[in-house]
């Protein structure tokens, strides 16, 4: 009980805010802008708030190889990070507008792929899973992915204290046990999905638990991946799809 009486005003707070910049995105004349101010207002909220990260970030930048000063790559780091979030946001909340902005290329080996009955895995970066199923979606794909087990336990707790009208489109997609399915249980049916000819998308850079996953460098540091999608795609056949996120000078 007492467990709840905490989360109930944080979750709720919080997506009265999205529901908030929701609409504020939708009213801006210049859509753009408004994701722009609001990734830095909370990039820099996130700044402040966040000062025992600040070394963490300062040691990935070493390993990235960035000449900036570290004050100033910490800076971006946390308003780009915002402001990925806040186009997340954006595009299930006011997609019709902004999804015209989209550009996909290379799609058509993956659509050749699932048109030919084999299925396919696409890979990418944990910058947004449904991000990647979003855009995957505008081209009438059949897509599954594999969420980890923490956002599931999360999701049962703001199912049970937010209103339904309160919660976010974004929240829902993910919470949609039809298309997300929880990794360590769940991957009996991304198979049983490829073997039927659709898509599977999962995250490659985010660090596996397993101490039997391979072993690589990622920007110089040693980490664990998960070799699933590579013995999935291998073992049924189905193509596998590097996906990465670019934007333009216009945003």
């Given at each position: ?207 596996a638990q397993s101490r039997k996953a391979a072993r690589a460098e990622f920007f110089g540091m040693p980490m664990r991946f998960s070799r699933f999608p590579f ?21």
């Amino acid at each position: 009980m007492i467990h709840n009486v905490k989360l109930w005003p944080r979750y709720n707070l919080k997506y009265l805010g999205i529901r908030l910049a929701a609409l504020g995105i939708k009213a801006a004349p210049s859509k753009l802008s408004a994701i722009r101010l609001m990734g830095l207002i909370s990039g820099l909220l996130a700044l402040v708030c966040n000062i025992k990260r600040w070394s963490g970030v300062s040691a990935f930048a070493s390993h990235t190889g960035s000449a900036a000063p570290r004050w100033r790559y910490i800076l971006r780091y946390f308003v780009q990070t915002a402001t990925d979030r806040v186009w997340g946001l954006a595009l299930y909340e006011a997609s019709p507008e902004l999804a015209e902005g989209i550009r996909i290329e290379g799609r058509e080996p993956l659509e050749r792929a699932v048109s030919e009955g084999k299925g396919a895995v696409v890979v990418g970066a944990h910058y947004g899973p449904m991000l990647y199923v979003f855009m995957l979606n505008t081209l009438g794909l059949d897509v599954k992915q594999l969420i980890g087990k923490r956002f599931f336990k999360k999701a049962a707790d703001i199912s049970r204290l937010v209103p339904g009208r309160l919660l976010s489109k974004k929240f829902l997609a993910m919470a949609d046990t039809e298309r997300s399915l929880m990794a360590k249980g769940g991957e009996r049916g991304i198979v049983e999905h490829i073997k039927g000819g659709g898509v599977a998308f999962m995250d490659i850079d985010t660090p596996a638990q397993s101490r039997k996953a391979a072993r690589a460098e990622f920007f110089g540091m040693p980490m664990r991946f998960s070799r699933f999608p590579f013995r999935l795609a291998l073992a049924y056949d189905a193509p596998l799809f590097f996906t990465l996120f670019e934007k333009t000078e216009d945003g």
